[in-house]
């Protein structure tokens, strides 16, 4: 019983153990999705910005005009209306909602700080320079235009932080930026003035609307795997388990030399198993039967006789009973029980078994072998403890007296639970 319990707490650790391991690797493969679809859009908006950055011919000076323009007046440049046409394809607009170039001012150009009215707005410093601002600035997507955006000045700055570093840098670049507007994979590609003048970063978003349902799709398909691995893992598991404990059955109740069930069978196990192979038979019969001259076999012939008398004669009691209705009860004796329609039909079936035993020659000797047997029935709905045990004495009482008269033949009584079976 401990070692069927620590079994039970060893799966159960590792159950735990793998699901433990599932969960992390669940975890660790969600980022690795994620960060495997940046780096892809990733690559894909660096080079619609490379590609846009390329298409766009600025001089110096179209670039202080642009910076001196208002917002609505920038919106609607000639230069601006040449990135709007520019993006107004199905390349562009089947996955950009947003081009622009931004600029880093010189501290002489800015011409907003944040003050005490906008500093909710920009959620930064009262005095902070605006010195980022968008020179150009396309709303690619109809649906997230508004007019209203294109009166406020406002609109068109931010301020410098430490990440615009790598954005207004000389490498192409992305971030994934989350806000208000959407998520979206944002490219940069550094732009150039037709004089060579670094002007600043074009920047294109690209609308990551799909990326819920990839990463969904794939964690799907990787909790579908774990699942199954979770189950097979128990299946296995629950498999082991019962392999385990038929073979602690068989290792317990099983006869090591003929294979047939025990004595240990029949003191734990004998009565609830014959309880519930009954079907409708009004009659239990109990028989113990005896190898005539047991000891003479194998003083005359030896243990290895000996052993195939006792291995063959198991077998011929199986084949007439059934294996689950015989026991090896110790030494030579073994233990029948049986449910029976009437009580002629032990007297067949016992001499049917005693012909087969006087046909048969046995062990490699081929000698001849014959047994004694006893037995005892009762009409009974129910098998208990103490009547088995009782039938049990009745039958070893019938037993010894054939065995008194002559062996090599059998006796049937009716147990009777007032007589006492003694022998003399």
Not at 50 to 71: C, F, G, M, W
Not at 272 to 294: G, T
Request: hydrophobic letters at 35%.
């Amino acid at each position: 019983m401990k070692k069927e319990r620590s079994l039970i707490y060893l799966g159960f650790l590792l159950l735990l153990v793998f699901l433990g391991i599932s969960v992390f690797t669940f975890y660790q493969s969600n980022k690795y999705i994620e960060k495997g679809y940046l780096d892809s859009e990733g690559s894909a908006a660096e080079n619609f910005a490379v590609l846009t950055a390329s298409n766009i011919h600025l001089t110096d000076e179209e670039v202080e005009t642009l910076k001196s323009y208002s917002y609505e007046e920038m919106q609607h440049s000639a230069e601006n209306e040449a990135l709007y046409n520019m993006m107004d394809n199905d390349s562009f607009a089947s996955k950009v909602d947003y081009a622009y170039v931004m600029v880093h001012l010189d501290p002489d150009e800015v011409k907003y700080k944040i003050t005490e009215e906008n500093k909710d707005r920009f959620n930064a410093k009262i005095g902070t320079n605006l010195d980022i601002m968008w020179l150009l600035d396309v709303n690619v997507d109809p649906e997230n235009q508004n007019e209203e955006d294109h009166q406020d000045e406002l609109e068109r700055y931010s301020y410098y932080i430490k990440e615009d570093a790598v954005i207004l840098g000389e490498a192409p670049s992305y971030t994934f930026n989350a806000s208000e507007w959407g998520d979206h994979i944002c490219g940069y590609s550094p732009l150039y003035s037709e004089e060579g003048t670094y002007i600043g970063a074009v920047g294109v978003e690209l609308r990551t609307h799909d990326y819920n349902q990839y990463r969904n799709g794939a964690m799907w398909a990787m909790g579908i795997l774990l699942l199954v691995s979770t189950l097979t893992l128990l299946a296995l598991f629950v498999f082991l388990y019962f392999k385990y404990k038929k073979l602690q059955y068989d290792k317990i109740y099983t006869d090591s030399l003929t294979a047939l069930y025990n004595r240990s069978y029949y003191n734990n196990q004998f009565i609830k198993r014959m309880n519930n192979s009954r079907e409708n038979e009004p009659f239990f019969a109990l028989m113990i039967a005896d190898i005539d001259f047991f000891k003479k076999v194998n003083d005359t012939f030896g243990h290895e006789v000996k052993d195939e008398v006792l291995m063959e004669m198991g077998l011929l009691l199986t084949e007439v009973f059934g294996r689950t209705r015989v026991i090896r009860f110790g030494g030579e004796e073994f233990v029948i029980g049986l449910w029976v329609d009437n009580t002629e039909l032990i007297r067949k079936q016992l001499d049917f078994l005693f012909e087969k035993i006087a046909g048969q020659k046995f062990s490699k000797q081929q000698i001849d072998i014959s047994i004694s047997l006893g037995c005892s029935y009762y009409e009974t709905d129910d098998l208990t403890g103490w009547l088995v045990s009782g039938m049990l004495k009745a039958a070893d009482y019938n037993l010894y007296e054939v065995k008194e008269n002559g062996r090599k033949d059998y006796r049937i009584v009716r147990y009777n639970e007032n007589e006492k079976y003694q022998k003399k």
